[in-house]
């Protein structure tokens, strides 16, 4: 029997660092259009465009630093007797940055992508069109992001992780852009117990054997304490 944690989180455990997050009030897509900067079309047709959001995204993302609600889960990894898995739908290193292990499921802000030879690389503060390849020299470097209409990356081991989950936990994620928010199913299949911390209650609340509403970096800490069987501090 395992005891393994796996936990998603999405933009709402990013956003007391002051990131934003996607579907809020004023979050990123009510500023920007999916398909003029999240899509592979979009970077065709606009590679500009594109790299301009990204390098703006890319320079808050290196100003920011992890928040509590990171701190609290890169403890949890580190003390929890099983495996603690990470799975974030964030492209920021707020995670690493604490201290945590994840999987990055849609990309890196911090990675750059050769789109002809496969290779990554540490992207430069600002990118732009028609950006070398350190490996194959071609001029074919992009975000690494995953872009909507494309494959997420580390499926199978995500997959994998959640057919041995004893517990699944969703933090900060509006639960509105699959697979991702199929995950919950996925480990309630196999017996996980399911829990979703929100700000407020997701379009898939009601996936969840239990849910806690409130801010991550108060919620976060406190849901740890309990795991770690650790008085509130
Ligand atoms: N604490 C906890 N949750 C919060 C907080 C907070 N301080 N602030 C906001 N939230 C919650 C919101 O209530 C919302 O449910 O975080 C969630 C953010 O939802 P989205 O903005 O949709 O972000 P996310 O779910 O991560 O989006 C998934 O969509 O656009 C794509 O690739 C992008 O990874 C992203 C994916
Ligand atoms: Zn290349």
Same mark, same amino acid.
């Given at each position: *029997? %395992? ?18 997050? !996607? ?17 592979? @079309?979009? !970077? ?25 609600? %990171? %701190?609290?889960?890169?403890?949890? &990894? ?9 799975? /974030? &739908? ?13 999987? %990055? ?21 600002? *990118? ?26 580390? *499926?199978?081991?995500?997959? @994998?992780? +959640? +057919?041995?989950?004893?517990? !699944?936990?969703?933090?900060? /994620? ?14 309630? +299949? ?20 239990? /849910? ?22």
């Amino acid at each position: *029997m %395992h005891n393994k944690i796996v936990i998603l989180t999405g933009a709402g455990i990013s956003a007391e660092s002051g990131l934003g997050t !996607f579907r809020d009030e004023n979050g990123l897509w009510s500023k920007y259009k999916i398909e003029d900067v999240a899509t592979p @079309k979009a !970077f065709k047709n606009n590679p500009q465009r594109v790299h301009q959001f990204y390098n703006e995204r890319r320079k808050q993302a290196r100003e920011s630093l992890p928040n509590s609600g %990171h %701190h609290a889960l890169a403890r949890l &990894q580190a003390n929890y007797a099983d495996e603690v898995i990470i799975v /974030t &739908q964030n492209v920021d290193s707020l995670h690493e940055k604490s201290g945590a292990t994840v999987i %990055h499921m849609h990309g890196e802000l911090d990675n750059a992508l050769c789109s002809s030879c496969g290779f990554r690389w540490k992207a430069p503060l600002e *990118m732009f069109p028609e950006e070398f390849c350190p490996k194959c020299t071609s001029p074919t470097g992009r975000p690494d992001i995953v872009w909507f209409g494309e494959v997420p990356y580390k *499926m199978d081991s995500i997959s @994998k992780h +959640l +057919l041995e989950a004893s517990l !699944f936990v969703a933090i900060g /994620t509006s639960g509105e852009v699959y697979p991702a928010a199929g995950f919950v199913q996925e480990a309630k +299949l196999v017996g996980a117990y399911t829990i979703e911390i929100n700000l407020e209650p997701s379009s898939i609340a009601s996936n969840f054997a239990e /849910t806690r509403f409130g801010p991550a970096t108060k919620i976060v800490p406190a849901w740890v304490n309990e795991i770690l069987g650790k008085s509130p501090s």
